[in-house]
């Protein structure tokens, strides 16, 4: 059985025709070939954008690959250099290519961008087909002049493996089953299909299968939010990823919407309360917990970190008080912030009151401990919504940490480490990963962020910008910009890729702190200087 990215295809919303071939190679391949679904990708031809995509990319360690194009309907018609397929539902409909030249610009697509990307020749055998899974072609057709052994149509479905096998021998000619392809080559390749996928996700071609993603997402928490709809206090204990902020905000506004009722969100990050704020700020009142102490302490100012002893004793007598309190990101609380916090509800035992957190992502030597006078066990989130597969389950096996989160099925690149041993190789790196991704890839540049363990060094290295790039810290204003956060400063946020800077001292927690703001990418640069 071969092994398929995705796992799962039908939550990419594929067609009849599509879903069919995906368990037919799936089911008849042996388990060392790799299958690759919707892999989209991006060039320019004789000065224009193209956007294009290979239906499925088969792999073998043995030969290379083949992308495969896959047409459904009933018949497919060609009338000089003009395509249709006949659909039995939608009638007619024209196609843009031919089926076969749009699998060979998807192979030559992947074959030279191995090659401009690695500097050395790809040895394996590369080709193309097309897939007809719903009608025959007939062996006496030899469409758009390919070789017959470039078609599979219905008749072959359940032969299927020896006719990939067939389409490598075509493609390899003289040099199949003689060709030297390292595993290295191959390795090298896999990863390039996953980044491929990774940066193409990033860039928003995953969006119809995150609408339905979401979907789901929504309708599982508002099923939390109903289940704890008659509990009035409770903890809610979750690993990077698993939606606690989401939860929290729709429990937030869930209060809101009562009569006369009035709701607090509040949490440590400055950013993470603007976030929430975009979103839910128009019905509660949502802070961070310096604005909110400011706010509803005499002389806040006056009040030392970390234990802040009798901050909970010094609450003006004139604030409103709140009907619903949520609290994100819990793990960034003391003793003493929990029990201020507390303070702020209506009624101590009626009021209602959420804390979201993850004993994992902690930055602080003391914490909550029973502040926030919530009694029971947490309920328990563990389902990771956030980082690709690759992403989380190498960020649970390089820390250790978070090992008990089921990873998201979205499947990505394996993360990239890099040590850096000079300046000037950091800013040749940077510059480098800028233009490939911004300028080359069409990233927008507010998809990716820098994250780091030293902010300051970081902004004064690079107060002048990186060739047309200005770094700044805070969220960009413009398209020449890209946002620079610390680890604390980011946590509780996301980032579509994440270049993440920083010394080999770093903690294990502050580490997977910011592995897991990364959604589609991760580059890890080290900086042993």
């Not at 060392?32 to 294009?52: D, I, P, R």
Request: charged share 25%.
């Amino acid at each position: 059985m071969a092994i398929m990215y995705p796992k799962n295809i039908n939550e990419y919303m594929p067609t009849d025709s599509e879903r069919i071939v995906y368990y037919v190679l799936k089911n008849q391949l042996p388990d060392n070939y790799e299958v690759f679904y919707s892999v989209k990708w991006t060039t320019y031809e004789e000065g224009s954008l193209v956007k294009s995509e290979a239906d499925f990319i088969v792999t073998c360690p043995e030969y290379g690959f083949i992308c495969l194009e896959v047409k459904g309907g009933t018949e497919i018609h060609r009338d000089g250099d003009s395509w249709s397929v006949e659909d039995t539902f939608h009638g007619e409909r024209e196609l843009t290519i031919s089926p076969y030249d749009q699998a060979e610009k998807s192979m030559y697509y992947f074959y030279n961008t191995f090659s401009n990307k690695y500097n050395f020749k790809y040895n394996g055998i590369y080709g193309a087909g097309t897939v007809f899974p719903f009608y025959a072609i007939g062996e006496e057709h030899n469409l758009d002049n390919r070789h017959r052994k470039c078609t599979i149509d219905c008749n072959d479905m359940n032969d299927i493996y020896s006719k990939i096998k067939a389409m490598f021998k075509l493609w390899g000619g003289k040099t199949y089953g003689r060709n030297f392809y390292p595993i290295s080559q191959h390795n090298a390749l896999i990863e390039l299909i996953r980044e491929r996928i990774a940066i193409s996700a990033a860039a928003g071609s995953l969006v119809k299968y995150k609408e339905q993603q979401l979907e789901t997402i929504n309708r599982v928490q508002d099923n939390y939010v109903y289940f704890l709809s008659n509990v009035r206090q409770f903890y809610i204990r979750g690993g990077a990823g698993t939606g606690k902020t989401w939860i929290a905000m729709k429990m937030a506004l869930q209060e809101a919407q009562k009569s006369n009722s009035k709701v607090l969100f509040v949490c440590a990050s400055e950013n993470l309360s603007k976030m929430v704020a975009s979103v839910i700020g128009a019905e509660v009142d949502v802070m961070d917990i310096n604005t909110l102490f400011n706010n509803v302490i005499t002389d806040y100012s006056a009040y030392q970190a970390p234990l802040y002893d009798g901050l909970s004793n010094a609450i003006k007598c004139d604030i409103i008080k709140y009907d619903s309190i949520f609290v994100d990101e819990a793990q960034d609380f003391c003793f003493e912030w929990a029990k201020t916090v507390r303070k702020l509800l209506v009624d101590h035992d009626s009021s209602r009151m959420g804390v979201f957190y993850d004993d994992v992502q902690v930055l602080r030597a003391d914490s909550f401990g029973d502040g926030f006078e919530i009694a029971g066990l947490p309920f328990l989130l563990h389902e990771n919504i956030r980082n690709t597969a690759n992403i989380y389950n190498w960020t649970a096996a390089k820390t250790n940490l978070g090992t008990d989160v089921i990873a998201n099925p979205v499947e990505g690149p394996t993360p990239q480490t890099e040590f850096i041993n000079e300046l000037g190789q950091l800013t040749v790196t940077l510059e480098t990963l800028f233009k490939r991704y911004l300028c080359d890839e069409y990233l927008p540049n507010d998809s990716m962020t820098i994250l780091t363990d030293d902010v300051d060094y970081i902004l004064s290295q690079y107060c002048d910008g990186i060739a047309k790039w200005r770094i700044v810290n805070s969220k960009t204003s413009s398209a020449n910009e890209i946002s620079v956060f610390s680890v604390e400063e980011y946590k509780g946020l996301e980032t579509n890729m994440a270049i993440y800077i920083h010394t080999p001292k770093t903690s294990d927690n502050v580490n997977y702190i910011a592995y897991t703001r990364a959604k589609y990418y991760l580059i890890e640069l080290v900086r042993n200087y």
